[in-house]
């Protein structure tokens, strides 16, 4: 069964350094988002992205954090300056074909440390 | 703002009950309906998707969907302890994001 993939599993960082989380969403989708939940609580909306560009931002979503699909396979969310308010789970989501079909599948998530 | 507001429980039940999930949601232009479960430290795992007013059942789940009252449901029948997880709730319109709930947690005692 087609699945969305999410490396590293963990991640920890100092404050302030770069960190980039990486996802292979399922292959035949064309919706790929980014989500958020800090540790209990709600899961937040970062990012989505469709054709190749940002599609909806949540304010969350603010100049330190980038997506990117460098290749055919691959979706990247980079922050570029660690806050020890960023530790949280990241999970990449995806959905299919558009329209009505709008059933996102998430990945087993990146758990984020900021130190 | 668009909300999405879930009693979070704990909501308790023996084995073999019907658990029952609620959801209100505020924005009227929501077309598109759905019930994650959520196991602690894993990802949301989808469960249920539901468009239309009505029920919809996929072997022990059952959810219901009311445009017109803002509301959505999840019915779990013959519960599992398997079953004890948080059930997210989560609307959007056809293409953007989801918005959850705060989950309702589900416990099932053997």
Wanted: proline content about 4%; overall charge negative; glycine content about 8%.
């Amino acid at each position: 069964e087609p699945e969305v993939t999410q490396t590293p599993s963990h991640q920890v960082t100092q404050m302030g350094q770069e960190v980039i989380l990486r996802c292979v969403p399922i292959s035949n989708h064309l919706y790929f988002y980014w989500y958020r939940q800090i540790l209990g609580q709600k899961v937040e909306f970062l990012v989505s992205f469709y054709n190749n560009e940002i599609s909806e931002k949540s304010e969350i979503f603010d100049d330190q954090f980038s997506v990117e699909r460098p290749d055919g396979s691959n979706f990247t969310l980079k922050i570029r300056s660690t806050k020890l308010e960023d530790s949280a789970m990241y999970f990449c989501a995806s959905s299919g074909t558009g329209g009505t079909s709008t059933e996102a599948f998430f990945g087993q998530g990146t758990r984020l440390t900021v130190v | 703002q668009k909300e999405v507001e879930q009693n979070s429980g704990p909501l308790s039940v023996p084995e073999g009950a019907i658990a029952s999930l609620n959801c209100t949601y505020s924005d009227r232009v929501s077309q598109s309906f759905f019930w994650y479960r959520q196991y602690s430290g894993k990802s949301p795992e989808l469960i249920m998707s539901i468009y239309s007013n009505g029920d919809k059942e996929d072997g022990r789940f059952t959810a219901q969907l009311n445009k017109a009252s803002q509301y959505v449901s999840l019915l779990i029948r013959d519960s599992q302890p398997s079953d004890s997880a948080t059930y997210l709730c989560a609307v959007n319109q056809a293409g953007t994001a989801l918005i959850f709930g705060k989950g309702t947690t589900l416990s099932v005692s053997s």
